[in-house]
């Protein structure tokens, strides 16, 4: 599919412009305090010409023959782009978690890492994280690491996703 550089695109947004539109796939993920699991994902990234994006991901658990087993956790906010490829995240979950995140934007790549984490009395107890997104090959991969439940930053959730 071809991507094309939206007319109204906030110059700030250029080294994430790539993210544009809507992505799907599949991953995996695995914590010490749970059992590995795949899961079925949607990403949309979409903007209005100032300088963020809004951002929505919704995802799936499936079984090992790709099917739908249950839904599961979604999170929307903003990729906040600042001059020099500067990048804040505001994220809210759907499991009663909120985060900050700071970044910046390389080629065909970035890295973010929690500067906050809030979260509601019944959500569980996340402390950290690292995200790390790339275009490779025209897929998006993502890999997110988190501290959470008393675990040390590590390893969680790792996908591959098509531009749809």
């Keep these: 599919m071809v991507f094309e550089l939206p007319d109204n695109l906030h110059p700030d947004c250029a080294p994430v412009a790539w993210l544009l539109g809507r992505w799907g ?18 990403l949309v990234f979409t903007h209005d010409g ?5 951002y929505f991901a919704r995802s799936w658990i ?3 023959d790709g099917e739908k087993v249950r839904d599961a956790a979604q999170e ?15 994220l ?32 569980k107890e996340v402390t950290g994280g690292k995200r790390l997104y790339g275009n490779v090959e025209s897929r998006l991969l993502y890999a997110y690491d988190m501290a959470a439940m008393g675990q040390e930053l590590q390893p969680h959730l790792w ?3 098509e531009r749809q």
């Design 25 to 42: 796939g599949r991953g995996k993920g695995d914590y010490p305090t749970i059992e590995p699991f795949e899961y079925g994902q949607e």
């Design 62 to 64: 499936v079984d090992a």
């Design 92 to 123: 809210a979950h759907s499991s009663g978690i909120s985060e900050i995140w700071y970044g910046k934007a390389e080629v065909a790549k970035f890295e973010l890492h929690t500067a906050g984490v809030g979260f509601t009395e019944s959500a």
């Design 76 to 90: 929307a906010g903003f990729l906040r782009c600042r001059p020099g490829g500067d990048l804040e995240l505001v």
């Design 50 to 54: 100032r300088p963020f994006f809004h």
């Design 159 to 161: 996908a591959q996703l």
